[in-house]
């Protein structure tokens, strides 16, 4: 499930933040699309706390439902669908956070659980993932350089283990292209795919950080989700909830801010630019041919 992250400017103290959340939510009477019945609780009776980037993070769990009401002529109950929300909603020494399982709702949403009814008060904090970025992260796992040093007091690493899959626009912007599999970077189909795309919008890939395993994460300009099944580390013998706050905190609040360091460290370094981009790509079309050429040979010796 998709999430976003989203900045508070108005209150700066978390317990005020849980209490507004979770006080009654007025029912929508406007629009095309209502939200109506909604029964929000914090998880956690006390708030917990983790240590991430050197900074004490204080943080709870609101989860809960709505009904989701379309217009239209037909019952009632045929037009409503029962959904679920949760909010991570955490301190981090200087403001309030939210990451929340909604993406182009979730401003609307934030600001009618919040009552808030003037301007600015929830801003958006995400990251801006773009197609030269996903270029980069494939090719760095690609050519095995795939393991970014921290420099952390701990010396740990942050490793990028594979790529999942990776969908974007083909040249003619006709056709979607995807890629999925265990082993996708040694598909030639997937690498043709991957040569004719322009533009990448989503990429799927598998990270080790310190004292977890496969975390994998599907990023999303603006938006990032986690595949909870393959994880290993250090949260897992918590309980779903903290697991999956402390994930989600650790991902935003360590793992995006190391990648996107070594990713403008490379940039502004030249280590990654044009040239980098067309030598990466005339190494996937040179593969693709000598795997064309291996079969053909194979298929010729066999005969």
Not at 250 to 272: A, F, M, R
Not at 278 to 295: C, L, P, W, Y
Request: negative net charge; aromatic residues 10%.
């Amino acid at each position: 499930m998709s999430t976003t992250r989203w900045l508070d400017t108005q209150t700066r103290e978390l317990n005020e933040a849980i209490e507004l959340l979770i006080d009654c939510v007025e029912d929508d009477s406007t629009g095309t699309i209502v939200w109506r019945n909604w029964k929000l609780e914090k998880v956690f009776e006390a708030n917990e706390n983790i240590c991430l980037n050197g900074r004490n993070i204080e943080y709870n769990l609101i989860k809960g439902s709505y009904d989701q009401i379309s217009g239209g002529s037909a019952p009632i109950e045929d037009r409503t669908v029962k959904k679920a929300i949760f909010i991570i909603v955490y301190w981090n020494g200087a403001s309030i956070n939210y990451i929340i399982n909604q993406n182009s709702s979730a401003q609307k949403m934030l600001r009618k659980l919040l009552s808030y009814t003037g301007k600015n008060e929830i801003s958006k904090n995400v990251y801006n993932f773009n197609n030269d970025f996903f270029v980069w992260l494939i090719s760095k796992v690609y050519n095995s350089d795939n393991i970014i040093e921290t420099n952390n007091d701990d010396l740990s690493t942050l490793q990028l283990e594979s790529i999942k899959g990776f969908r974007g626009d083909t040249e003619d912007l006709q056709t979607k292209v995807s890629a999925t599999g265990e082993s996708v970077m040694n598909i030639i189909s997937t690498l043709s795919f991957f040569l004719e795309s322009r533009r990448l919008d989503q990429i799927k890939i598998e990270f080790s950080y310190d004292k977890h395993e496969n975390i994998s994460l599907t990023l999303k300009n603006g938006t990032i989700s986690i595949d909870f099944a393959p994880y290993q580390g250090e949260f897992e013998d918590d309980s779903r909830d903290i697991m999956k706050s402390k994930l989600y905190l650790l991902v935003y609040l360590e793992i995006l801010p190391i990648l996107d360091q070594e990713y403008q460290s490379d940039v502004s370094n030249e280590i990654w630019g044009e040239n980098a981009y067309k030598s990466f790509m005339g190494n996937v079309a040179s593969e693709i041919t000598q795997r064309i050429n291996d079969k053909i040979e194979a298929m010729g010796n066999s005969q």
